[in-house]
């Protein structure tokens, strides 16, 4: 039993972090670390861990990702659906939450623009996630060696001129985003569209989800060369908020 008892304390322990190497989980279990890489090489077997990091460490496996995701998603849905409605009404944006769905963007959830010229909801769509805000504010999340994962070359394909090119110009604004806590699309995944995108955190303090407002690029920045315009930063604080009142509510 004590084997039992173990094996699930290790399961709750690689939800709850990013990854686990066997000195953490030999840690964590109070064990030698034959016994904690014992451990973790059954739970992969059965699909509960996978290696990552080359094989160095471990994170949550594909017999819990899609269980334990897929909830986290429904769950942040449901909760955020009134409030999205809130921030369409103050910001007269169309909003958006996505998750990353590897090196691409999946739009899961929009309440549109009132407004004539707006974004159309794009649930169900996705995109590269370099090219978009709200795949910038979730990619920003991941470790060099899980972006690495994602984008092995140094070219990157750009929806527009405006998009990036290089994996090194993607660390430099991923940097940004990480300093600034939100996500900007600028015309980079279609001409004359803007995004802005902020993070919004589980329980547990992972981000899976980012919440973002798309509309017409005159609105957001007549001139984004000059930087953030005074409008995105009025919407940026909107965001933060929305995504606050979303988290506080969240449960797991």
């Known amino acids: 039993m004590q084997s039992v008892s173990n094996a699930l304390r290790l ?27 014992r451990l973790l090489t059954t739970l992969q077997h059965h699909g509960f861990a996978e290696q990552t990091h080359g ?34 009404d103050e910001s007269r944006e169309t909003v958006h939450i996505s998750v990353l769905a590897g090196a ?36 920003a999340e991941l470790t060099d060696d899980q972006l690495a994962e994602l984008y092995p070359d140094e070219e990157l394909t750009g929806a527009t001129d405006a998009g990036l090119h290089t994996r090194t110009a993607l660390r430099r604004e991923l940097a940004g985003v990480r300093a ?19 993070p919004i955190p589980r329980a547990t303090g992972r981000v899976l989800c980012s919440l973002a407002l798309t509309g017409p690029l005159f609105r957001f ?19 933060r908020h929305s995504a606050a009142q979303i988290a506080n509510q969240l449960v797991y």
């Open 104 to 139: 691409r963007v999946k739009f899961v959830a929009a309440v549109e623009s009132p407004l004539l010229m707006r974004v159309a909801s794009r649930v169900g769509l996705s995109m590269p996630a370099h090219v978009s805000a709200a795949g910038k504010v979730l990619l």
């Open 180 to 198: 600034e806590g939100f996500g900007r699309n600028t015309g980079e995944s279609e001409e004359g569209l803007a995004a802005l995108a902020v």
């Open 55 to 88: 094989g160095r460490r471990y994170r949550i496996g594909p017999s819990m990702t899609m269980s334990s995701e897929t909830q986290a998603v429904e769950h942040c849905l449901e909760v955020a659906y009134p409030l999205m409605q809130q921030l369409r």
């Open 221 to 239: 920045n007549p001139d984004p060369a000059a930087g953030v315009s005074p409008r995105e930063l009025e919407l940026t604080t909107m965001l």
């Open 11 to 37: 399961v709750l322990l690689l939800r709850a972090q990013e990854d686990v190497g066997v000195t953490d989980a030999a840690r964590h279990l109070g064990v030698g670390p034959s016994t904690a890489h």
